[in-house]
């Protein structure tokens, strides 16, 4: 993988239509309106219990190769808008995250296609897991290409150090639902939340609430960044629980890149 900077917005958006889930339908992550239930609450999330190619997967039994192609993100600073969201892609009253919106200039090219990335989220346990183990939380940023497809770059977050990168963000985290946190004059730079190894592993899957649409490309980086106990404890405070369990694979592969691109 190859990291570029450039400079780039980051303004509240609105969502692309394909992206929400249906209005009008509450879902959750408990007992009631929950995972288990969100593909018999609405006929269009059907994918969700019927879908072959659903996300997260535990990641084990991987197939490694010496080159699956380039994953370039060209990201750089960028003023801020923090949303707390009742979904990550419907900006009503469904799901439960953290949610920062970000406008055009941030691109991920993932084998010579390139996506626009539209948002970036949190999760309180992660939802992927590697070989059946979960990281406390997993940071997802969201990417649509000019023809609605989507590419999805996940990253584990570990109980560590200090993440200085993340500050701005955590001293405002909204605490009520529909919140905007709006920082002026605030900058943060992209490649700093990410890890400084670029090797991931890469599958077909979903997006991980409802409607769970298959054809996501999943790009998960193997080495986690770290947030220390208290940056943890204050994003559960406000969201724990939050994630899909794992699906089953029905033979999708996982492919590991054994190659870093500078």
Known sequence: MRLENRGAAWALLLVSPMLVAGEGTHWGYGASDGPDRWGAMDPAWDLCASGEAQSPVDIRGVETVDRLGDVKLAAGRAEMKVVRQRHVFDALDNGHTIQINVDAG???????????????????????????????????????????????????????????????????????????????????????????????????????????????????????????????DRFRAIFSGNNRPVQALHGRAIVAETMTVD
Not at 119 to 138: I, K, L, N
Not at 150 to 166: Q, R, T, W, Y
Not at 193 to 217: F, H, I, K, M, Q
Request: proline content about 6%; charged content about 20%; glycine content about 8%.
């Open 106 to 232: 941030d691109t991920l090219t993932l084998e010579g296609k390139q996506y626009d990335l539209v948002q970036f989220h949190f999760h309180a346990p992660s939802e992927h897991t590697v070989d059946g183990r979960h990281y406390p939380m997993e940071m997802h940023l969201v990417h649509q290409a000019v023809d609605g497809s989507l590419a999805v770059v996940g990253v584990f977050i570990e109980d560590g150090d200090h993440n200085a990168a993340f500050d701005t963000i955590w001293e405002n985290l909204p605490t009520t639902a529909g919140e905007m946190a709006h920082l002026e004059d605030v900058a943060m730079n992209v490649d700093d939340a990410l890890p400084v190894d670029n090797g991931d592993w890469r599958y077909e899957g979903s997006l991980t609430t409802p409607p769970c649409t298959e054809g996501v490309r999943w790009v998960v980086m193997q080495q986690p960044i770290e947030f220390d106990t208290a940056q943890i």
